[in-house]
């Protein structure tokens, strides 16, 4: 039980930290790309919002599917899938920076764990 709970906290961790440096990338860029100006207080800003969206939505990943597949094999995947989602995005507007780096987050995931073949079963 203890595993568990240790495991949750460090999803959470993870999600963060990973959130954190995946919004410090998305938000500068998507907003560079409709404005055509950038600022230093953006990247404060893309942290705060991906530090808290990835806090979410990695703990709600490991729940669910990470639990069984582990967070080291599906860390560097999902990271990949947040920041393409993202930039994606970024080409139409910072909301959709934010769908879409979600959507990838959630697209890895799925993936990590359909190559897992236990997991789904």
Do not use: D
């Not at 995947?77 to 879409?100: K, R, Y």
């Amino acid at each position: 039980m203890l595993k568990n709970q240790t495991n949750l906290l460090l999803a959470i961790l993870i999600g963060i930290v990973g959130g954190a440096f995946c919004g410090a990338m998305i938000l500068p860029i998507s907003l560079w790309r409709t404005t055509r100006e950038l600022e230093f207080s953006v990247l404060g800003w893309g942290s705060l919002y991906g530090a808290t969206i990835g806090a979410f939505s990695v703990s709600v990943a490991y729940l669910f599917v990470l639990r069984k597949t582990g967070l080291k094999r599906a860390f560097v995947p999902s990271l990949a899938g947040t920041l393409v989602g993202g930039f994606l995005g970024a080409i139409v507007a910072p909301f959709w920076a934010m769908v879409s780096g979600v959507l990838g987050f959630s697209f890895a995931v799925i993936w990590i764990a359909s190559r897992k073949s236990e997991v789904l079963r």
